[in-house]
């Protein structure tokens, strides 16, 4: 069941992803969640609060999944570790994944410096610390395919269904053979 807080937090995460800060405004926020603009502001006074909210659970759930794969060896277990959890966030929060997809390509947005840590975070849950290298390469593609697939699972109404090939989809792209 889903909060007042998780509705608007993921409407406007996917908003902000979009759009970025300057161009996002109250109004479409709670066009989004299907509040009035008074009672989106009485969850949050003001859209740097949603903003704020919406960085501090992206960072979050991020860091979580980091931290749920750190005593995990690099390879494959944590590979996989890792993209079960990302896949299951991105089936359960899809405005968080927007988020956190804008982190890892860049979408000309205005809001760059606030959220390239998330995409640092992100790799980090892959112990991908050399950009110009092939690793770097698939764990970004793995990244984005899982978004992607993620997204639009969720959108058909498929997610149950999709959720072991987007898996699968994201090892193979890791190089992995299952």
């Known amino acids: 069941m889903s909060t007042s807080r998780t509705v608007?937090?993921?409407?406007?995460?996917?908003?902000?992803?979009?759009?970025?800060?300057?161009?996002?405004?109250?109004?479409?926020?709670?066009?989004?969640t299907g509040y009035s603009k008074a009672?989106?502001?009485?969850?949050?006074p003001?859209?740097?609060a949603v903003y704020a909210a919406v960085l501090e659970e992206s960072h979050t759930e991020t860091v979580r999944v980091k931290d749920r794969v750190a005593d995990?060896?690099?390879?494959?277990?944590?590979?996989?570790r890792a993209v079960e959890l990302l896949v299951d966030l991105a089936l359960s929060r899809p405005g968080l994944v927007s988020m956190l997809l804008s982190a890892i390509v860049p979408t000309g947005n205005d809001d760059t410096d606030h959220i390239d840590l998330l995409?640092?975070?992100?790799?980090?849950?892959?112990?991908?610390?050399a950009p110009a290298d092939a690793r770097h390469i698939r764990v970004t593609g793995a990244l984005v395919a899982l978004g992607i697939l993620a997204l639009?699972?969720?959108?058909?109404?498929?997610?149950?269904?999709?959720?072991?090939?987007?898996?699968?989809?994201a090892l193979s792209t890791l190089g992995q053979v299952h």
């Open 46 to 48: 003001t859209k740097l």
């Open 119 to 129: 995409g640092g975070l992100l790799l980090e849950a892959f112990d991908d610390v």
């Open 152 to 169: 639009e699972a969720r959108r058909s109404d498929n997610a149950s269904f999709w959720r072991n090939e987007i898996i699968a989809t």
């Open 8 to 32: 608007i937090v993921d409407a406007a995460a996917t908003l902000f992803a979009r759009f970025g800060f300057e161009r996002t405004s109250i109004q479409a926020i709670a066009d989004a």
């Open 72 to 80: 995990l060896p690099v390879g494959p277990e944590r590979d996989r």
């Open 39 to 44: 009672g989106l502001l009485h969850h949050f």
